[in-house]
């Protein structure tokens, strides 16, 4: 890749890399240059810029991230995650469903090593994820990764079969058999089967069976054969009500004259060292250490959430849980692991945009009809539009009705959306957004930004929408996204939830324009098709649409 001052005259197609402002415009950072912003730069008496240009052996950021993010799932089908549209050289992988992150560190590390252009971040590995949560996140560091580089990184990424996966917690029977002793209260026993019970809702664990008996390995022996003979349990826990110290002691002990076999005893888990597990038949047993018993997280959880994700657990997995496995509070760690055993996610979420479809005007330029209720290859002009939204990674859809509400939702059936109506439609579109804006409010969802998109653009597509999902970080000023082709802006447009009282004190037809010239320092442009900037207004544009269906 060739990175150098460059003259403007000789600078299209290569990519900016300092936003640079031409009089009122500023033109972004990795914007490749067309010969209109040429011109424009020119027109100001801009000489020259800095910039990237390809050179044979580069592949784009972008199309070099979206390429190593798809390798690192091999030929898996169902990796339990989605990949972000790429945006300044990022991909995300995002969960699709509670479970444990599979991560071949080896082949990880083996893949970061490869060259300095490449890299991969992820989760700790084995770590409980939730749905929308960001597991991993492919960034290319330059405008461009050398083709050679690349394509080692996606070969040690095959390789792996996966490198990156999320095993899914399994629909598991669990039978808990609790020991006491004379002296043992039986609150203590309701309060363990309490905590293990909201411990195993987490992992879509089922309680099967409990029993109890006293602590002694006979009375405990009979107790397990009696369990197993009578529901077979896929995970057998046993509480002791003192705590095992030794391979011989009653739980070990009774676990093999029940017919079962000790694999392993101790953990370099803290809390979490005196666990014991064995196998009964093809069911794991553990005997819990009694920090089990209490919420907080401990080694027990660690060897639980595997085994709830059907990822086998060995003699040799349990001894490797040293490193990161001190999670003892002690008064030099800033901030102590004092949470559920299941904490929230750690690390960062794919954004939750809630779109917001406007489609209440009264299509005055198009004659009597209703342009969003007309067809176009089949379906409503406003259903293309809706499905387009549902299909992509929107948080959730809010539809806003206003002139010929009745015929409009009667074209949104079977979209799962909220349709909310706009009285006062007639006064221009600030008052949909108004409408909208408060609605979503007013539902208390939990969201990060709006998508505010016409139901007049029948050419949208999902990856558009996702282009524009993929650009927001308020973090790292990116708080307003707007999709772009070829230079020019269009729609739809999302903003932070934080501007939403400024967006709904916009006027009039002018939408959100003046909120975005007066916040242009927190713009962002996406890359994006054509879709985006074509909407029907007139019987000639849908004429033209219908002709140009299909194609």
Not at 168 to 187: C, E, H, M, W, Y
Request: aromatic share 2%; proline share 7%.
């Amino acid at each position: 890749m060739i990175f150098d001052t460059t003259p403007v005259s000789d600078a299209e197609g290569a990519i900016l890399a300092h936003s640079t402002r031409a009089g009122p415009t500023k033109l972004k950072k990795g914007r490749i240059l067309s010969d209109q912003d040429i011109a424009l730069l020119q027109g100001y008496g801009v000489e020259s810029v800095i910039a990237a240009r390809l050179e044979d052996d580069d592949v784009h950021e972008d199309a070099a991230a979206v390429r190593i993010a798809e390798a690192l799932s091999g030929e898996t089908s169902a990796p339990g995650y989605a990949l972000t549209a790429p945006f300044t050289g990022r991909v995300n992988l995002i969960a699709d469903h509670d479970g444990v992150a599979v991560i071949d560190t080896a082949a990880l590390d083996a893949l970061n090593l490869v060259d300095e252009a490449v890299t991969v971040a992820t989760v700790p590995a084995m770590e409980v994820v939730r749905p929308r949560q960001m597991i991993a996140t492919v960034k290319i560091i330059p405008f461009a990764a050398p083709e050679p580089a690349l394509a080692e990184c996606a070969a040690i990424a095959r390789a792996a079969a996966p490198l990156i996966r999320v095993a899914p917690f399994r629909a598991k029977s669990v039978g808990f058999i609790q020991t006491n002793l004379p002296d043992t209260k039986p609150s203590i026993l309701d309060k363990t089967t309490r905590v293990l019970s909201d411990r195993m809702t987490l992992l879509g664990l089922t309680l099967a069976d409990e029993r109890r008996c006293a602590h002694e390995p006979g009375a405990l022996a009979a107790t397990v054969r009696a369990m197993d003979a009578a529901h077979r349990p896929d995970i057998l826990l046993i509480a002791g009500a003192s705590a095992i110290t030794d391979r011989r002691d009653v739980i070990p002990a009774a676990i093999e004259a029940a017919g079962g076999a000790v694999d392993h005893f101790g953990m370099p888990v803290d809390p979490g060292n005196l666990l014991l597990f064995g196998r009964l038949g093809p069911a794991p047993v553990i005997g819990m250490p009694g920090c089990a018993r209490s919420p907080k997280l401990n080694g027990f959880d660690w060897v639980l959430q595997r085994l709830a994700a059907d990822i086998p657990v060995t003699k040799r997995d349990i001894m490797l849980m040293g490193a990161g496995g001190l999670l003892k509070e002690i008064e030099t760690r800033p901030q102590p692991r004092s949470g559920p055993s299941t904490p929230e996610p750690t690390g960062q979420s794919e954004p939750r945009a809630q779109a917001l479809l406007l489609a209440a005007g009264r299509s005055t330029r198009m004659g009597a009809q209703n342009k969003l209720t007309l067809d176009i290859d089949g379906r409503p002009m406003v259903r293309r539009v809706a499905e387009v939204l549902r299909d992509s990674r929107i948080a959730g859809l809010t539809v806003v009705t206003g002139h010929d509400a009745e015929a409009v939702t009667a074209a949104l059936i079977g979209i799962d959306a909220a349709i909310v109506h706009n009285p006062d439609f007639a006064e221009g579109m600030s008052t949909s957004l108004k409408t909208g804006v408060g609605a979503l409010l007013q539902a208390g969802d939990d969201f990060d930004a709006v998508l505010i998109c016409l139901g007049d653009m029948p050419y949208l597509t999902t990856d558009d929408v996702n282009g524009v999902i993929a650009g927001f970080n308020p973090l790292e000023g990116r708080a307003i996204c707007i999709p772009c082709h070829q230079g020019k802006r269009g729609n739809p447009i999302l903003f932070d939830r934080a501007l939403l009282g400024l967006l709904s004190q916009a006027e009039g037809d002018m939408g959100a324009r003046r909120l975005i010239a007066e916040h242009e320092e927190v713009v962002c442009e996406t890359r994006a098709g054509p879709g985006v900037l074509t909407d029907i207004d007139t019987p000639d544009a849908l004429r033209a649409a219908r002709e140009n269906s299909g194609r």
